[in-house]
Structure formats: C-alpha cells, structure tokens
C-alpha cells in the first residue's frame, strides 16, 4: 500500500489544501506549525477516526482569530491509496454539522455531528466504513508497520507476544522426559514446586509421628502365649459356676409347675375384670354421649325459633314505624290542604296604576277577573295533588295494618312453638337415661370376689451361696487382668506395624520427592535450552536490532522481560535517530510476517541522515525554517 494523494477540507485550520506522493521516497518540509502533524492526523482520521496520538477525542474542526469554532462549515479528509494488486482506492471522511430550527423559535440551534464516510464514492454508514478498512489491515497491524515508534512504545509483554507470532514457537519446544506434563511449563514448574514444598513438610513430620507411636506403646510382661493360656482357664472356671448354678435353677423350676399354673389363672381372671371395667366405663360414656347429642339438638331448635321470634319482632317496629310517619305525613298534608283552601286573593289599590303618569288602568276590571280565575284553578290543582298523595300514604299504611296483623300472628304461634321447646329441653336435661349396667357389674364383683379370695401356692427362690460368688468375684478379676495384658500385646502388635507402615510411607515420600526435584531439575535445563532457541530464532527475524528476552535475578534465576537492543543499547537509551533506524528495522520484519506493506511516517526526519532500506514508502517530515507553507519535494 502507497499513499499518492491526500486532500483536506477545513480539516484542523487547512481550509483547502491537496498534496499529491508520487515517489517510494516523499519528502514534507516546512517550519514548525506549518501542518506536517496535521497531514498524519488526518491520514489516521479517516482510516481509524483517531490522531496519531492514538486518541479518539480531539478537534478536526477550524477555529477563527478568538479561538472560537467557525460553525456551518464541512470537514473533510479524502485519501488516494494504491492498493498491492495495483488499484486505486479513493477513502472520504466528512465531518458535517446539523442545525435544527425548532418550531416556533426562528434561530436555528446546533444539534449534533454527523459522520458520513464513502469508498470510490460510494456512500456508507461508518460502521461498514470501518468494517470494509479492517478487512484491508487490521488497526493494530497498521500503526506497528507505519510508525516507527509504535512498537517500543507498548508493554513490554504486548511486545514480547508480538515476537512470538513471528516465529514459530513449535519449534522452540524440546520434548520433555517422559512423564513431565508440558503443555503449560509455568504451571507444571507451579504444581511441582508445591508438590515438593508439601512432601518436605510431610517429610519433618514422620519422625514426630513414628516416636509418638512408639512412645505410647503399653508395657507388657510375659508372652502373649501365656496370658492367652490364663484367660482360657479363667473363662473354663467361670463357665463351670455358671453352669452349676444353671442346673440349679432348672431344679427350682420343675418344682415351680404348680405355682406357674396358678399365677397364670389370676392372670386370667385380672384380664377379665380389666375387660368387664372397660365396658362399664364405655357404656357409661356412650349415654352421656347420646344425652348430650340430644340435648344440643334441642337447643338448637330453640335457639332457631328465638332467632325467628327476634326477627319478627325487628320486621314488626320496622313497619310500625313506617306506619306512624305515614300518619305524620298524612297530618301535614291535611294542613297543607286546610292553608290552601283559607288562601285568599290579595290586590292592592296601586297595583294597575301606569308606571309612568300614575293613572289607573283602563282595563283593570278584566285584570283582577283573570288573576282571580287563575288563583282559584291553582287553588284546585294544588288541593287535588295534596289530596292524591295523602290517599297513597293511606292505601300504603291500610297494607301496613295487614302486615302488622300477620306478624302478630306469627310471632304468636312462635311464641307457643319456643315455649314447647324450651319445656322439651328441660325435660331432656333432666331427665337423662344413662344405660343399665347391672348385669357387667354383678359380674364384675363375682370375679374380683375370686381374684380376693385366690392363694398361690409357695414359689422358691434359688439363692446362690456366699462361697460360689466369692469363686466367682474372684476368677472374674483374675480374667479382666489376663484380657487387659493380652490387649496390651495386640496394641503393641499394631502400633509395631503402624511405626513399620510410617518407615515405609517414609521411603516412599523420600524416594517421590527425590523423582519431583529431579523433574523440576529436568524442566530448568529444558527452559534454559528453550529461552537460549527462544532467542536466537527471534533475533534472527532482524537485521540490526536485537531483543533481550530474560532478565537476571539476584537468586540466579531469571524472569521474562523484552527489550529491544541496538549495538547493544536498550531502545530508551537511543537517540531520535538510532530510535528511527531501530524502528524501521523492527517495520521490515513485521511487514514481511504480515504480508502487508504501507507508508512509513517519520517526524522529526532532520534528526537522522541515514535509514535502513525498506520496500515500504517512506514519508519523511522535516522540520524546516526555509519552507514557511508545507511543501512536498
């Protein structure tokens, strides 16, 4: 890729400007605030929308004398790239501001920037825009292959596994021996390290354990032969006791027969009365039972017939009360009635007089028979209305008489029906029938009269005496000491094996941790074989820079690190120009890994006469007191 031409529009004060690049090797020079920064933002503005600080957020826009934006006008970037297959592409970036006027107010008001983007032309949203530059370079590609300064300026380890994609690190892996998990070194050099730190604590430990075992051995004394030869004489003399007194409780038995028979027929007979006692007692709880059944059935009904005796009496004064302001209101009609009829026509002297001259009227006669006629049809009308209404409020209190009548007789034979009922609670509550138990209860006395009267025969009791169960007391002592001595020699027994399994468990750990440590040995001299390939296969990808990939510890080991070197020098320590020729040779590599060729931009190019030789364009930007516009050369 090769820029041939760049055209600015507005773009960061440039109000119009257009530079044509028609060689491998351009040359920009002018003095210092002449625009040479502006032309690489604006080249990496319409590809990536950002400066060429890497930064999103800043101005495109033209500013006047005061330092005040000049709105209304169009900011635009329009690049010429030639492409490797040997096309042009056209790549247009616009920046346009939208005014709004809103109704009702007649100033326009600023509402916003719209981006508009366009290939060869054609118009597109930014999101296709960017879509159609990325599959041409990606971004990070781009900036690592056309600036010089790009790569030492990232994180040492973004750099470092930039390294790594240039070379294939297959290759770097030596196969480890056999049984060394590989995939991961740095977590297998973690695992083992662990493993070993945790097989020597175990280690330290198995001395305290093994002493500790042999420290709470028992003490014993004799063979383990003799005590068990003891024991089994113990347990036959304890047997023989046993067996004697056996037989002899076996002899009190037969002769116990009699008594054995009869104690179970007292059973028997303590059995029966328990059952006749239990149906005595149910046949008494099942009549309390049945009484109380009944006596809450009439209770009940007596309580309904109440309720219903309540609720006539509360119909009753209702309508009662209905009825008595129906009379009221009858009353105040016949008033009402007796007041119209008494109403009389009153018409003064002065009423038919002219409101002007104050002469009588000529037709006053006609007047007062008209008013008089009037008064005497509303006096009709109005007594003929009362009269209506006070025969509606008698009709209605006539069906009230009847209602009241009903109720009466209802709540009369209410009053009859509550009484009977209450009598027939009464009666039940006092009267209760409980069932006749008679019969279970002369059989009752017959069988405990029995039980009273019943004699067991004499039980005998065997009784051990004093000199067998001092024999006895005696050989039991003597066992519990034999089995606490043969205890004390399985106990040695065991502990004797557990201090042999620890020895072993010992050899064992012993013999692991010597294969672990051995392992780790193997995985050190493995890196270091690695690191040493490692670096030499990356070095090798440069011409005349090199990377210092490890850095030296104090404790002999060493950690990652990446730090590019010129003549031996660390890239920090360069000047502008040993930087500029560094970073060109690291572009080179990087160019040929990604197959991708584009501008080179070098600022500052006054600083260094000499750089390495490369197929990419070179941009150079000289500052120059001699050129007071930007000029291309």
């Known amino acids: ?28 020079r002018g003095a210092n605030k002449t625009g040479k920064t502006t032309l690489l933002d604006a080249f990496m503005w319409v590809l990536f929308g950002k400066n060429s600080l890497d930064q999103k957020d800043f101005s495109i826009k033209t500013y006047d004398s005061d330092n005040n934006i000049i709105h209304k006008i169009p900011h635009e970037v329009e690049l010429t790239l030639g492409m490797d297959d040997g096309r ?39 999101t296709e825009f960017t879509k159609q530059i990325s599959a041409i370079i990606d971004e990070r590609k781009f900036k690592l292959v056309t600036n010089p300064l790009h790569f030492n300026s990232m994180k040492w380890n973004d750099q470092l596994a930039i390294l ?42 198995y001395e305290i354990r093994i002493d500790e075992v042999r420290r709470g051995k028992p003490e014993t004394s004799e063979s383990l032969d003799y005590w068990q030869s003891h024991a089994d004489i113990s347990n036959a003399e304890i047997q023989k006791i046993a067996d004697n007194k056996l037989s002899a409780i076996e002899a009190i038995d037969a002769e116990n027969q009699s008594f054995i028979a009869a104690y179970g027929e007292l059973t028997l007979l303590r059995k029966k009365s328990a059952e006749i006692t239990n149906k005595i007692n149910e046949g008494r709880a099942n009549a ?55 109403e009389k026509l009153i018409i003064s002297d002065d009423k038919y ?11 006053v006669v006609d007047i007062e028979t008209s008013l008089t006629s009037n008064f005497n049809v509303y006096k009709s009308e109005k007594i003929a209305q009362l009269n209506l209404t006070r025969e509606e409020y008698i009709v209605k209190n006539n069906g009230r008489l009847v209602k009241l009548e009903e109720i009466n007789t ?97 050899t064992a750990t012993i013999t692991e941790l010597a ?14 074989a690695r690191k040493d390939i490692l670096v030499s296969k990356i070095n090798a990808q440069f011409e005349y820079v090199q990377f210092k990939l490890f850095e030296k510890l104090v404790n002999g080991g060493d950690e990652p690190t990446c730090v590019c070197l010129l003549g031996g020098v660390p890239f920090n320590d360069l ?13 080179n590599t990087l160019s040929r890994h990604y197959n991708f060729w584009a501008p080179i931009w070098i600022d500052n190019r006054e600083s260094t006469t000499n750089i390495p030789e490369t197929a990419s364009q070179i941009i150079n930007l000289y500052v120059d007191d001699n050129f007071q516009t930007l000029t291309i050369i």
């Open 1 to 28: 890729m090769i820029l041939k031409k760049i055209k600015l529009l507005n773009f960061k004060g440039a109000q119009s400007r257009e530079y044509s690049f028609d060689s491998h090797v351009v040359d920009i």
């Open 88 to 126: 042009d592409m056209v790549f247009r970036k616009s920046l346009v501001e939208k005014w709004t006027k809103k109704k009702g107010v007649g100033i326009e008001e600023f509402t916003g920037n719209e981006t508009q983007c366009f290939i060869n032309e054609v118009p597109m949203q930014v």
């Open 164 to 205: 790594n994609e240039i070379i294939d690190i297959f290759d770097v892996n030596a196969p480890l021996p056999d049984g060394i998990y590989q995939s991961n070194i740095e977590a297998t050099k973690k695992v083992l390290a662990a493993k070993i730190s945790k097989i020597k604590s175990e280690l330290s430990q």
């Open 288 to 342: 309390e039972r049945n009484h109380a059944s009944i006596v809450e059935e009439k209770r009940i009904a007596a309580s309904e017939t109440q309720s219903k005796i309540e609720a006539e009496r509360n119909n009753y004064a209702l309508i009662m009360r209905e009825y008595k302001a129906a009379e009221s209101s009858i009353e105040d009609i016949d008033k009402q009635i007796d007041a119209v009829s008494n």
């Open 353 to 363: 007089k002219c409101y002007a001259c104050k002469r009588p009227l000529d037709n």
């Open 410 to 506: 209802t709540g009369t034979k209410l009053k009859a029906a509550h009484e009977t009922q209450l009598k027939a609670l009464e009666e039940v509550r006092q009267g209760a029938a409980i069932v006749d138990n008679n019969i279970f209860i002369e059989e009752l006395g017959e069988v405990n009269d029995k039980i009273s009267t019943f004699a067991l025969p004499e039980k005998k009791e065997y009784k051990s005496t004093e000199e067998d169960e001092a024999m006895l007391r005696d050989w039991k002592i003597k066992l519990q000491q034999e089995q606490l001595e043969i205890a004390n020699h399985v106990a040695c027994d065991k502990a004797e094996q557990r201090v042999d399994e620890l020895m072993r468990q010992e």
């Open 515 to 528: 294969k672990m440590e051995k392992d780790l040995n193997m995985i050190d001299l493995y890196e270091k």
């Open 575 to 587: 000047n502008t120009a040993s930087k500029i020729w560094a970073g060109i040779d690291i572009i």
